[in-house]
């Protein structure tokens, strides 16, 4: 497929699929960084091409986002200091509030999941993982959290761990557990979430390699192997996943970036994704602006690096594939684009397709 850069304002692709439910792509940005908030974006089902279609600033900086696939809803954080989190009901145009945006007890949210009738969001600065209800439409609950759990502990990097910061909260395969990626602590926290008061409560703590400063990390679709991406050190680092007990095992670390010559840029990954099929597994990396990939040819608990392709821009905040593991999107940042690539279906090394100009993106979310 040939190269196909498409600006921001477009009304649609030529498949009519534009008001007719077709594949949705959406994308958080800074607004605080000259942003569009979230950018609604319409998805090519024979090319994988975006064509935004409308752009939103009801919450500020929503720069994590996540779709509810039983309600229809899409949720977004406001990472700012007073941290909040919105709900939008999708629309041919666009999207359109579901209510007033709800504090979330905990400054800067970084990221967000839904689990049964409770969203969940990762409070960055204050190192906290909140619980907030959800009524039957999708609502968030205008009281506020049921729960916030603040997290204890700090790491070697007194710059970036002088104390907790939950980068991550998302639910185990399951839907027993939640796990909470915290970077301050160099550690994962396995929770209960009480499905009767939403309140959440540590079940296991897994201590990782002191300063690496673990982001994100994402389970393999066997949900028994677990991936978990450092951003202070270029490395992941391979758990098994006990979904009876709750136990997460380290077992192995990989690197994510090759050693580079004097001079190189360094490394600082951001996200990470398994593919459907559990071939592969691809890391964005920012400062080397490049997508990792890794086969699990040799099984799920040993990722072997075989390549890197640039990121198609600079700080790749975010990375997703869509519905059908063929195409991954990154989400560059700093040149403010969403490059999308076909993944080779025998090496799963991506190769870049197009892009879209989307000021300050930070993530990318499909329904």
């Not at 204050?126 to 999708?138: E, F, K, M, Q």
């Not at 296991?204 to 400063?213: K, S, Y």
């Amino acid at each position: 497929m040939g190269d196909a850069d498409s600006g921001v304002g477009g009304t649609g692709g030529t498949d009519g699929t534009v008001h007719g439910g077709g594949l949705r792509a959406w994308i958080g940005s800074f607004t605080s960084g000259g942003g569009r908030g979230i950018t609604t974006a319409t998805v090519d089902p024979g090319t994988g091409a975006l064509t935004a279609l409308s752009a939103t600033k009801a919450v500020a900086d929503p720069s994590y986002l996540a779709h509810d696939r039983r309600t229809g809803v899409l949720y977004a954080v406001s990472e700012t200091e007073r941290g909040a989190v919105g709900a939008f009901r999708p629309t041919a145009e666009g999207l359109a509030a579901l209510g007033a945006a709800v504090r979330v007890g905990g400054s800067g949210p970084t990221h967000l999941s839904v689990a049964g009738r409770r969203l969940l969001t990762a409070n960055y600065t204050s190192g906290s993982v909140s619980s907030l209800p959800l009524a039957a439409d999708g609502a968030i609950g205008a009281d506020g959290p049921a729960s916030v759990l603040a997290h204890h502990g700090s790491g070697p990097d007194a710059g970036r761990q002088e104390g907790p910061h939950a980068h991550q909260v998302l639910p185990d395969p399951g839907g027993r557990w939640v796990l909470s990626v915290d970077l301050g602590t160099d550690s994962v926290r396995v929770c209960v979430l009480d499905p009767a008061t939403g309140a959440l409560r540590v079940h296991a703590e897994t201590v990782l390699r002191a300063g690496t400063g673990p982001r994100h990390l994402a389970f393999h679709p066997s949900g028994e192997v677990v991936y978990v991406l450092h951003e202070l050190d270029p490395q992941l680092t391979v758990c098994r996943w006990n979904a009876e007990s709750g136990e997460l095992e380290p077992v192995a670390e990989v690197p994510v970036a090759p050693k580079g010559a004097p001079g190189a840029p360094e490394a600082y990954p951001s996200a990470i994704v398994a593919s459907p099929d559990g071939r592969f597994v691809w890391a964005a990396v920012r400062g080397a602006d490049t997508i990792a990939t890794f086969s699990l040819a040799a099984g799920a608990e040993k990722p072997q690096l075989t390549g890197a392709v640039p990121c198609g821009g600079t700080w790749p905040r975010d990375l997703a594939a869509d519905p059908s593991g063929r195409r991954l999107y990154a989400a560059n940042e700093r040149s403010g684009d969403v490059t999308w690539f076909d993944v080779d279906p025998r090496t799963g090394q991506p190769r870049r397709a197009g892009s879209l100009a989307v000021p300050a993106a930070t993530c990318v979310v499909f329904g």
